[in-house]
């Protein structure tokens, strides 16, 4: 073990970056706790309120956290006790900052919406990213690479620009995720790139628009895939980061209407 950890995480300076992952990943745990706490009334937190009453969502200090951790690292040698102490404050602010993610997005109070997923969404999306990272994957392929093909700039140029175009593809086929992984793991882009589009998407607005037979099978190849995954994913989404409320006009359409009261007063008659 401590030769594996000498040689995979020491040697090649990445214990900054485990160090900023495990405290984001931590600080949006904890932070996820603590809300639904105060959601639900319990314990001992409450919101925090400045002068006048305003609310100071927690990601304010996440920013001052990601500033403070972000200038801390690029200050430094990456060497040394105080890089990982801003290795540290950088990761709990982007965990901070990725929780109110979709409240930067919309502007607005999200958190507990429908719309409010897309914060779990997010911060998943980063960890798997940044833990491939960690593991020895590098954006744009440039691990496929062997140490003569490195030394030849042009090589790198063209790899990098060949993945990215392909995961650019994947990406105006409607299938983000796909594309976003893929720039760490240029096969993943490959299969996105490939495959129908999304129905929606730039990629069959532009392509599919004489074509009824493509435009058709990604209609229903988008619908199997969503009743398929939309369900697990909702479920995996409720789980780490809670339920969100429902809409208002759904709540007063689920709840039960209420009998006339005998005694309240009686109704105007009808006028003919």
Do not use: C
């Not at 932070?31 to 706490?37: A, D, K, Y």
């Not at 990601?59 to 290795?87: E, K, M, Q, R, Y």
């Not at 882009?189 to 599919?208: D, E, K, M, N, Q």
């Not at 969503?226 to 409720?238: K, N």
């Amino acid at each position: 073990m401590g030769h594996w950890w000498e040689r995979n995480i020491i040697e090649p300076g990445k214990l900054p970056l485990l160090l900023a992952l495990t405290a984001f990943v931590l600080t949006f745990v904890i932070t996820r706790v603590i809300t639904r706490l105060i959601r639900a009334g319990r314990g001992p937190f409450r919101n925090i309120s400045g002068s006048g009453g305003v609310h100071i969502h927690h990601v304010v200090p996440g920013v001052v956290l990601t500033v403070i951790g972000g200038f801390g690292s690029v200050a430094g040698d990456g060497h040394g006790f105080g890089a990982l102490i801003s290795a540290v404050l950088f990761g709990m602010g982007v965990g901070l900052v990725l929780d109110e993610f979709a409240l930067i997005l919309h502007l607005d109070d999200v958190y507990w919406s429908e719309a409010g997923r897309q914060s779990v969404e997010v911060v998943v999306l980063t960890a798997a990213l940044v833990g491939l990272m960690l593991v020895g994957f590098l954006p744009f392929g440039v691990n496929d690479l062997d140490d003569e093909e490195l030394q030849d700039r042009g090589a790198v140029m063209i790899s990098m620009g060949a993945n990215f175009l392909i995961a650019l593809i994947a990406l105006a086929k409607g299938k983000a995720r796909t594309a976003i992984f893929g720039v760490v793991i240029p096969f993943i882009a490959v299969i996105g790139a490939i495959r129908l589009a999304r129905p929606t998407s730039a990629w069959a607005r532009r392509f599919y628009r004489r074509r009824p037979r493509a435009r058709a099978r990604s209609w229903k190849r988008a619908y199997r895939h969503d009743r398929r995954w939309t369900g697990p994913s909702r479920r995996l989404q409720d789980w780490i980061g809670g339920t969100p409320d429902m809409a208002p006009e759904l709540e007063s359409a689920a709840r039960p209407s209420l009998p006339a009261d005998p005694s309240g007063p009686a109704e105007p008659p009808e006028r003919r």
